[in-house]
């Protein structure tokens, strides 16, 4: 056992060596949370553990309210889509913070759009029933573009319009090829932070500050929904009020005492041995 594990020891030594990638990663963390961004990078933290922490009694309080939600025709087919979109949804959001502690903050937006038209899609579903069945005819077919395709896809979220916006934003310059506008979101000659794989900005640019507040925002945006979703149709229990309570907490601003998002960043930073407050 100890053999191997100095053997993997050493092939990570060695690809580092040769790559760089391992020593950028925690060279940029570090420099992330010791610059005045840290507090963006925590807010994406703090949602994480909310995520960690929620997301399973939302989908369990889902489940629990198919065969009342959809009918005993449509009840397989609910369960099967309930689950994938929650499975994929619960994926990218915890890509969201592995790329993003790492610098790689545009594939980090890729991840973001991509767990928002799952939660579209979740959301279309149990709001209108009847559109799961538009699911087994596939993303090519009439029936699943009029669904869930171009123009309502977030209709049936309570951030529709600003859901809408931050789709528009990461598609313009996180995910579509052919065009210069995704080579902004990263930088384009080699820095201090880069590896053999990807150029990473200086963490304390005010581009990945910008970034950092757009993953976050849509982390939140996420978190949310799902939130109402299951609040709205799921089973009620004290997991789900606790969810509720907690995350209004977090969203809840105020300018004359520091919020909860505030304190937990302090918090949490503070844990991380970081000495910036603000």
Known sequence: MLREVRCHEFVVRQIDQLTGTFSAD???CDRL???ANAHKGAEILVYYHWANEYLPHCQQALFEQIPIRFGRARQEMAELWTGILMVALWKDINLIPYLALRGVLSEAGT???RGLESTG???HIWRDPAKVEALAKGPKSKEYRRAFGFG???EAFETNKAASLLYDILSSFDVHGGTG????????TPTE????FINRRDPEAQEVSGQLEVLSKGYEMICLEVALISKDFGTHSPEMTNAAQDLKLLLEDSVEVQSEMEERVRTL???LGCNRSE
């Open 26 to 28: 925690r060279l940029f």
């Open 33 to 35: 949370f010791a610059s």
């Open 111 to 113: 991840v973001l759009r």
């Open 121 to 123: 899609v979740l959301a």
């Open 152 to 154: 309502n896809r977030f």
């Open 181 to 188: 506008s995704q080579l902004t979101s990263s930088s384009l």
């Open 193 to 196: 932070f880069s590896c053999l």
């Open 269 to 271: 930073l503070a844990e």
